[in-house]
């Protein structure tokens, strides 16, 4: 059996069973999940995975490119806003830094 501890990470549990969270992107149906049901957690692993793939980008392209990545036709405001929140706490944590004028992973 796997060992690890479980807790609470804003209003949603949280398992560290592993230190890497998997985003996940539509449904069976092809829908997208509603962004309050989505853990700050998965959306910032996709924001990594999103930078990482494209090398860097400015913030607007990684909140634009990290929606679609989660099935995300369009961004919204409500989309928006915590996507870039995120962004915004990985750039304090150190997670993601400025480099030439980009976002890559730190």
Known sequence: ???????RRSKFLSLSL????RPRGQ??????????HIADVELEAAIRL???????????EIVVAT????G???TGGTVEARLRKCVQRMV???TLREQLGSLIVG
């Open 67 to 70: 929606a679609r990545a989660l």
């Open 27 to 36: 449904d069976a149906d092809g829908k997208a999940r509603h962004i309050d």
């Open 1 to 7: 059996p796997a060992s690890g501890s479980a807790g």
């Open 50 to 60: 999103v930078v990482t793939a494209v090398g860097g980008a400015g913030q607007e």
């Open 18 to 21: 592993t230190n890497a969270a």
């Open 72 to 74: 995300y036709s369009r």
């Open 92 to 94: 304090e944590a150190g």
